[in-house]
């Protein structure tokens, strides 16, 4: 059933607060050229009071998580490269995050390896977070675009 975004006192319905005894609100989008649980990509994060933008793969099957972490050890210097572009750094502050993170590197793998950080990370990516009126400007689009092309590296390194 269709239901118009535009609420009696004129905020969209997915800006609502959430209440306890209500249904989510919260939207996701994934884009990537495979499975969302293999391939790293980009996102887009929509719930009222935590909006975020960027890329990565924070939820990796098996598989997947330890194919980023033959990446990252075939390539330390191109993720160091990469982390260290004045754009990149420059939209995302925080740097390549993660969700969860080993207390140690994962067997099999070095602890003096120099991309250790990486290795802890279970699934990783770039965010930037989005004030909830940003969704509603005219130009959220373009600066949507911005923050998916200065995470561009981030998927190519993955690629």
């Known amino acids: 059933m269709f239901c118009h975004p535009e609420t009696r006192n004129g905020h969209p319905a997915w800006l609502k607060p959430v209440s306890s005894d209500s249904a989510r609100t919260d939207v996701d989008v994934f884009a990537n050229t495979g499975n969302p649980s293999e391939n790293v990509g980009y996102y887009l994060h929509i719930v009222s009071g935590n909006c975020h933008a960027g890329a990565g793969l924070f939820h990796p099957s098996k598989a997947a998580l330890a194919s980023l972490r033959r990446r990252v050890v075939d390539d330390p210097q191109g993720i160091k490269e990469l982390v260290n572009e004045p754009e990149f750094k420059e939209v995302f502050a925080d740097g390549i995050v993660t969700r969860k993170a080993l207390n140690t590197v994962p067997d099999g793998f070095d602890n003096n390896d120099p991309a250790a950080k990486y290795l802890k990370m279970v699934g990783l990516g770039c965010h930037k977070d989005l004030p909830d009126a940003l969704l509603l400007e005219d130009d ?9 092309r200065s995470a561009s590296p981030l998927v190519r390194y993955f690629e």
């Open 140 to 148: 959220v689009i373009e600066q949507l675009i911005d923050i998916f």
